[in-house]
C-alpha cells in the first residue's frame, strides 16, 4: 500500500520540479551573435536557453562588426492570486520577462549621435556596407538590414 501511495506521489514532485525552470528563445538581426550568460559563452544565435524562473539574468549579444547589446531578464508573478509554500519560493508562480529575447544589433561603426554633416557621414556608411558586400564579408540579409540601420540612423537626426 505504502508503494502505491509514494509512487504517484514522487510523480508528482518530479513534474513540479520541472516547472521551476523556464526555456527562454534568444534571437538577434542578424542571427550568429553570440550569447553570453553573465561571462559564459552558451551558444549562437537563434537558440533557447534553460533558465531558473526564480531569478535574475544578465545576457550579452555580442557580433562582430555590432555594438554589444546587453539584455536583462528577471522574473516576475505569473498569477496575481495569493500563492504561499514551497512552490512559490521555488518560482513555480513566475515567469521570465522579457521572453522570448528578439533583439537588433546596432551597426558598431554608426556613432552616438548624427555630425554635423548628416548627408555626408551617411554616404560614406553606405559605401563602406556596399564594400563589404562586395568583398563577401556580410550577406545579402545583412547588407540589406545594415543599409536599413544606416537609413533609420539617420533620418531621425533631422
Known amino acids: ?3 502505491m501511495i509514494l509512487i504517484p506521489l514522487a510523480a508528482v514532485l518530479l513534474s513540479a520540479c520541472s516547472s521551476f525552470k523556464e526555456d527562454v528563445a534568444i534571437n538577434s538581426v542578424p542571427q550568429g551573435a553570440d550569447v553570453f550568460l553573465g561571462d559564459e ?4 544565435t537563434p537558440m533557447n536557453l534553460e533558465l531558473n524562473k526564480d531569478g535574475t539574468y544578465e545576457i550579452r549579444l555580442a ?7 546587453v539584455l536583462n531578464l528577471a522574473s ?8 504561499f509554500g514551497p512552490l512559490v519560493d521555488m518560482g513555480y508562480y513566475k515567469e521570465l520577462t522579457p521572453a522570448p529575447v528578439d533583439a537588433q ?51 531621425q537626426s533631422k
Not at 557580433?63 to 547589446?69: A, F, L, R, T, V
Not at 516576475?76 to 500563492?83: A, C, E, F, V, Y
Request: hydrophobic fraction near 30%; aromatic fraction near 10%.
Open 1 to 3: 500500500m505504502k508503494r
Open 41 to 44: 559563452l552558451v551558444g549562437q
Open 63 to 69: 557580433k562582430k562588426g555590432y555594438k554589444d547589446q
Open 76 to 83: 516576475i508573478r505569473q498569477n496575481p492570486l495569493i500563492k
Open 105 to 155: 544589433m546596432k551597426p558598431g561603426f554608426l556613432p552616438e549621435y548624427p555630425g554635423l554633416n548628416s548627408f555626408d557621414d551617411m554616404t560614406y556608411n553606405i559605401i563602406k556596407v556596399d564594400e563589404m558586400r562586395k568583398r563577401g564579408i556580410i550577406s545579402a540579409e545583412e547588407h540589406s538590414y545594415l543599409l536599413g540601420q544606416i537609413t533609420q540612423f539617420y533620418s
